[in-house]
């Protein structure tokens, strides 16, 4: 009964649905974000990063590229003369808002990994190899940080990078660059 009543309403134009749609200020922007920090690869790894955003009307698109090598070496460690390396680059898609002074951006997508690390070899338990091996991953990034300028800002960023390999979570700092958008 309830629900033909308010039916009823609708159709009589007595109850009205009002939406505002407010234009994200990034529609058509696009930035360069370099970042370092930590990550749980290989127990504990250093990160440089860089990512491409571009952010269309419908959604945000990042590119990213991504260097980890391990620092400190895992209790359990097969390799000591060598340190296990991870190159990655991905895409991402997600979405990006901004205010006056701060801004957030995430994204989740798809990418390749390239694993370089240390083995021991298959006929011998006491000798080691160096292994190179491909897999893909599902990286995942979220930013937030404040503006110091119109056009640069600093913040901080967590990413991470699920694969078959080595999928870890870390943390960064960042700067990031937005270039002026085309008039």
């Given amino acids: 009964m309830k629900n033909q009543i308010l039916f009823a309403l609708l159709c009589l134009g007595l109850v009205q649905a009002h939406a505002q749609y407010e234009k994200n200020p990034l529609v058509e922007s696009q930035w360069l974000s370099i970042s370092g920090g930590l990550n749980t690869a290989d127990y504990r790894s250093w990160q440089a990063?860089?990512?491409?955003?571009?952010?269309?009307?419908?959604?945000?698109?990042?590119?990213?590229?991504?260097?980890?090598?391990?620092?400190?070496?895992?209790?359990?460690?097969?390799?000591?003369?060598?340190?296990?390396?991870?190159?990655?680059?991905?895409?991402?898609?997600?979405?990006?808002?901004?205010?006056?002074?701060?801004?957030?951006?995430?994204?989740?997508?798809?990418?390749l990994n390239i694993r370089m690390y240390g083995d021991t070899a298959i006929q011998n338990d006491s000798a080691f190899r160096y292994i190179t091996a491909v897999t893909i991953g599902i990286p995942a990034q979220l930013e937030t940080g404040f503006w110091i300028s119109p056009n640069a800002g600093i913040g901080a960023s967590i990413v991470a990078n699920w694969n078959f390999r080595q999928p870890y979570v870390g943390a960064h700092l960042h700067f990031i660059y937005r270039f002026r958008k085309k008039q």
Avoid: C, V
């Avoid at 097969?78 to 990006?96: P, V």
């Fill in 49 to 111: 990063m860089a990512s491409y955003s571009y952010r269309s009307d419908i959604m945000l698109t990042q590119y990213r590229l991504a260097l980890s090598q391990e620092l400190i070496e895992g209790p359990n460690d097969s390799i000591f003369y060598k340190k296990n390396r991870i190159i990655e680059t991905g895409i991402l898609w997600g979405d990006a808002f901004t205010k006056k002074k701060w801004y957030i951006s995430g994204g989740l997508g798809m990418g």
